[in-house]
């Protein structure tokens, strides 16, 4: 079965700095695709960033950056110059491939980050 | 912009209550899902609907059913609520059923409403 871990329940970084958030995936399908949501708060989720696994350069949107390892099987995000509305829960995603050519996204528990002033 | 309203926000319920939870999306979109979010486990899917009528079970549809009898409407029914319903109910909806994007357009991933809390006591 397909599956997503992010390892850090909680996660802290000094305003301006870079910060990066681990997601490790498992998949026996050739094709996939990654996410990144954020949930603020306010509690709606956010799309921030998407990888195909065909994908030959890194996704980046903006402040975020997608490091993807096919090999070692990770997709961690990568916030640059973090600002402190960047503080929220952070989950990553995979696509599943279901019968009949439908999709669902399956997520990982996600981490928690603070951004201290 | 797509929307996706979640009516209810905040929802306090009697053990063996019915309850009913809506999600409506005004951009035509094909595709709408209802996710449990708890803590430590992610979100989880529940219930979702390629098409009017048509109803599909996700990973945990156990205690629950749906409803799709227009397509901008995709209600989550707790037919006998228990304490553990107690949770965070998210609704998405998506244009295609492959869930890719165009980099820089976010076309085609899962929108989600802003989410409704439901404590069962």
């Known amino acids: 079965a397909q599956k997503i871990t992010q390892t850090q329940p909680g996660m802290f970084v000094q305003e301006k700095e870079a910060v990066t958030l681990d997601c490790t995936y498992d998949?026996?399908?050739?094709?996939?695709?990654l996410f990144w949501y954020k949930q603020p708060s306010s509690g709606e989720m956010i799309f921030l960033i998407y990888?195909?696994?065909?994908?030959?350069q890194n996704a980046t949107e903006g402040r975020y950056s997608l490091n993807f390892q096919k090999a070692r099987k990770s997709a961690n995000l990568v916030i640059s110059a973090s600002q402190l509305g960047d503080s929220a829960m952070y989950f990553c995603?995979?696509?599943?491939?279901?019968?009949?050519?439908?999709?669902?996204?399956?997520f990982g528990a996600g981490t928690r980050l603070a951004v201290h002033p | 912009d797509v929307k996706v309203t979640q009516s209810s926000r905040y929802l306090v319920k009697r053990t063996g209550e019915k309850v009913f939870l809506e999600c409506v999306q005004d951009?035509?979109?094909?595709?709408m899902f209802w996710y449990r979010q708890d803590p430590g486990l992610g979100l989880r899917l529940i219930y979702f609907?390629?098409?009017?009528?048509?109803?599909e079970k996700g990973d945990i549809p156990e205690g629950y059913s749906v409803s799709r009898e227009k397509k901008e409407r995709f209600s989550l029914i707790l037919e006998s609520a228990s304490t553990n319903q107690t949770s965070m109910y998210l609704c998405?909806?998506?244009?295609?059923?492959?869930?890719?994007?165009?980099?820089?357009?976010?076309?085609?991933?899962?929108?989600f409403g802003a989410g409704s809390r439901l404590t069962v006591l």
């Open positions: 990888q195909g696994s065909y994908d030959q």
């Open positions: 995603a995979m696509r599943e491939a279901l019968s009949g050519g439908y999709n669902k996204l399956i």
């Open positions: 951009m035509d979109h094909e595709n």
């Open positions: 609907s390629y098409d009017v009528k048509m109803k």
């Open positions: 998949t026996s399908d050739p094709s996939y695709g």
């Open positions: 998405a909806s998506s244009l295609g059923t492959d869930l890719t994007t165009v980099p820089g357009s976010g076309a085609n991933v899962l929108t």
